[in-house]
């Protein structure tokens, strides 16, 4: 099947034909679905932090910020703008001049408060010497989209969201790369004032971000009295997933080449998995608010990691109990409570003496942890807290999207549209064993949780096949902490319009 060409991308590309069987195999037979138990709720599964609580577990974070443990935000950035845009390559492709969509006519009603609206008429001015107003008054209304979103002007529909200006202040307008930088020394400053912070992006726009950062870098410093260290890093291609064709062949290029794809935000795990530090926080680029709200948002990551760091401790300390012997009957019960109550892992077996009780704790207790910001369903897209039965026939929960879900059935679906919650992407993790070493994440990825979906290449259907999401089956064997935090902390920006909303204002 495969030629000698082929068997040299996949060398180059560092992936065996052994990992190409299984994703060929996966397009031929499909991924098994998730058996649902029930949607995630305050009621069962999700955390609603009480006043004294919260004031214990945001010392516990302060108290963890004081010590030698490294700390770092990971910032998922390589999406492309042009989603974002949509609308306005609609417009450009129309047969009709002036505004004329509700959206449209919102864009350019409300033009002067985007915040690029400065660099947009100085781009004007140099490819037409007429500013936004001068064209809108003549009718130059494309004009004005050309100059914002293609290569002749400022590119927008073709950048990653992280390099657009989304926020206007008075010393300089904002992207998203320096709002996640101004928001990190808020909560994720360490003793030596130090803020890590790593974006994964693209390759062709790695350099771009270099220069944003060089050129940024050292004003943050001074006005945040803070230091950055910043790194990156690119979708390794080793994740990339072969394209097969409508009859699950290899698809293969005019020019006879197999084509691979993108694995999605799913493949990021490698990246994840590279980096050494004890907490990483993950957030997504465009969800980020002007420094008006930032410390409503810091409040509640630093309580995201309070909890993390104190059922985590309370996980090693049990874990070192176990492991030493040192547990008789009660204290297996109240660990396995733990497990129950605290951590949602309902199990199914039987424990018929103690060394198998004992054995089950540490499997479940030995593994990495994650808290996840959950905020109230309100119709956005995205997925959604679940409890999910796991191949070891426990329950657990867990994010799902909706490709996760078997669409005959009817529990299942139930509960997916009713569900009280969603994931705003939202994570704290702690990737560190409880004697410090770091967990090897590739291998708590549940494989069986990928999906296919179908694309086009040069007017030929194909069929893609995504990883197990970054936050969903990537991170399924993970213990899971679900916690209630307000829709205030959500501000995502989806389309162009959404900067106009009060949040990025």
């Given at each position: 099947?495969?030629?000698?060409?082929?068997?040299a991308?996949?060398?180059?590309k560092?992936?065996?034909q052994?990992?190409i069987?299984?994703?060929?195999?996966?397009?031929?037979?499909?991924?098994?679905?998730?058996?649902?138990?029930d949607?995630?709720s305050v009621?069962k599964?999700?955390l609603r932090v009480?006043n004294?609580?919260e004031k214990e577990y945001?010392?516990?974070?302060?108290?963890?910020?004081?010590?030698d443990k490294?700390v770092?935000?990971?910032?998922?950035a390589s999406?492309?703008?042009?989603?974002?845009?949509?609308?306005?390559f609609?417009?450009l492709d129309?047969d009709?001049?002036?505004?004329?969509?509700?959206f449209?006519?919102?864009f350019?009603?409300?033009?002067?408060?985007?915040?690029?609206?400065?660099?947009l008429?100085?781009?004007?001015?140099k490819?037409?010497?007429?500013s936004?107003?001068?064209?809108m008054?003549?009718?130059?209304?494309?004009?004005?989209v050309?100059?914002l979103?293609l290569?002749?002007?400022m590119?927008y529909?073709?950048?990653?969201?992280?390099?657009l200006?989304?926020?206007n202040y008075?010393?300089?307008n904002?992207t998203?790369v320096?709002?996640?930088?101004?928001?990190?020394?808020?909560y994720?400053?360490?003793?030596e004032?130090?803020?890590d912070?790593?974006?994964?992006?693209?390759?062709?726009?790695k350099d771009?971000?270099e220069?944003?950062v060089a050129?940024?870098?050292?004003?943050?410093?001074?006005?945040?009295?803070?230091?950055?260290?910043?790194s990156?890093?690119v979708?390794?291609?080793?994740t990339?997933?072969?394209a097969?064709?409508?009859?699950?062949n290899?698809?293969?290029?005019d020019?006879?080449?197999l084509l691979f794809?993108?694995g999605g935000?799913g493949a990021?795990?490698?990246?994840?998995?590279?980096?050494d530090?004890?907490?990483?926080f993950?957030k997504n680029?465009d969800?980020?608010?002007p420094?008006?709200?930032k410390?409503?948002?810091?409040?509640?990551?630093?309580?995201?990691?309070?909890?993390?760091?104190?059922?985590?401790?309370?996980?090693?300390?049990y874990l070192?109990?176990l492991i030493a012997g040192e547990?008789?009957?009660?204290k297996l019960?109240?660990?396995l409570k733990?497990?129950?109550?605290?951590l949602c892992i309902?199990s199914?077996?039987?424990?018929?003496?103690?060394?198998k009780?004992?054995?089950?704790?540490?499997?479940?207790?030995?593994?990495?942890f994650?808290v996840?910001?959950?905020?109230?369903?309100?119709?956005?897209?995205?997925?959604g807290?679940f409890i999910?039965e796991?191949?070891?026939?426990?329950a657990?929960?867990q994010?799902?999207?909706?490709s996760?879900?078997?669409?005959?059935?009817?529990?299942a679906?139930?509960?997916?549209?009713?569900?009280?919650?969603?994931n705003?992407?939202d994570?704290i993790?702690?990737v560190k064993?409880?004697?410090?070493d770091?967990f090897?994440?590739?291998?708590?990825?549940?494989?069986?949780?990928g999906?296919?979906s179908?694309?086009?290449?040069?007017?030929k259907?194909?069929?893609?096949?995504?990883l197990?999401?970054?936050?969903n089956g990537a991170?399924?064997?993970?213990?899971?902490?679900?916690?209630e935090v307000?829709?205030s902390?959500?501000?995502p920006?989806?389309?162009?319009?959404?900067l106009?909303r009060t949040e990025?204002?």
């Amino acid at each position: 099947m495969f030629t000698k060409e082929d068997l040299a991308l996949l060398q180059e590309k560092n992936i065996s034909q052994q990992q190409i069987d299984a994703q060929l195999n996966y397009f031929k037979n499909g991924f098994p679905f998730l058996n649902i138990v029930d949607a995630a709720s305050v009621e069962k599964g999700i955390l609603r932090v009480s006043n004294a609580e919260e004031k214990e577990y945001l010392t516990a974070w302060q108290d963890f910020l004081k010590t030698d443990k490294k700390v770092t935000k990971f910032v998922p950035a390589s999406g492309a703008a042009s989603r974002m845009f949509k609308d306005l390559f609609a417009f450009l492709d129309a047969d009709y001049n002036v505004p004329k969509t509700q959206f449209e006519k919102q864009f350019f009603d409300n033009i002067e408060l985007f915040a690029f609206y400065e660099a947009l008429s100085e781009s004007c001015r140099k490819s037409f010497e007429k500013s936004v107003a001068e064209l809108m008054q003549l009718g130059e209304y494309k004009s004005i989209v050309r100059n914002l979103l293609l290569p002749e002007g400022m590119n927008y529909g073709n950048l990653p969201k992280g390099l657009l200006l989304f926020h206007n202040y008075d010393e300089g307008n904002r992207t998203p790369v320096g709002e996640h930088l101004t928001e990190g020394t808020y909560y994720a400053k360490d003793k030596e004032r130090m803020v890590d912070t790593h974006f994964t992006v693209s390759e062709e726009h790695k350099d771009l971000f270099e220069l944003l950062v060089a050129a940024r870098k050292m004003g943050y410093e001074l006005k945040l009295d803070a230091k950055f260290k910043i790194s990156y890093s690119v979708q390794k291609p080793s994740t990339d997933t072969i394209a097969v064709d409508m009859n699950n062949n290899p698809f293969r290029e005019d020019d006879g080449a197999l084509l691979f794809r993108p694995g999605g935000h799913g493949a990021l795990i490698e990246n994840l998995n590279d980096i050494d530090s004890d907490i990483i926080f993950i957030k997504n680029i465009d969800n980020v608010v002007p420094d008006r709200l930032k410390e409503n948002e810091a409040h509640y990551k630093k309580l995201l990691a309070g909890i993390l760091v104190v059922m985590q401790q309370r996980a090693f300390e049990y874990l070192k109990e176990l492991i030493a012997g040192e547990c008789n009957s009660n204290k297996l019960q109240e660990i396995l409570k733990f497990t129950e109550n605290e951590l949602c892992i309902a199990s199914n077996k039987f424990f018929s003496d103690d060394e198998k009780l004992k054995n089950y704790l540490i499997s479940k207790l030995d593994r990495p942890f994650r808290v996840c910001g959950m905020v109230k369903n309100v119709g956005e897209p995205g997925g959604g807290p679940f409890i999910v039965e796991n191949p070891d026939g426990t329950a657990s929960l867990q994010i799902l999207e909706s490709s996760q879900i078997d669409k005959n059935d009817t529990k299942a679906i139930d509960a997916f549209k009713h569900g009280s919650h969603f994931n705003p992407v939202d994570l704290i993790c702690g990737v560190k064993n409880h004697k410090g070493d770091k967990f090897d994440l590739t291998k708590y990825v549940d494989k069986n949780t990928g999906f296919i979906s179908q694309k086009s290449k040069n007017g030929k259907e194909l069929k893609a096949l995504e990883l197990p999401g970054l936050w969903n089956g990537a991170m399924s064997d993970w213990n899971t902490i679900f916690v209630e935090v307000p829709i205030s902390t959500f501000n995502p920006v989806k389309t162009v319009i959404d900067l106009l909303r009060t949040e990025h204002q």
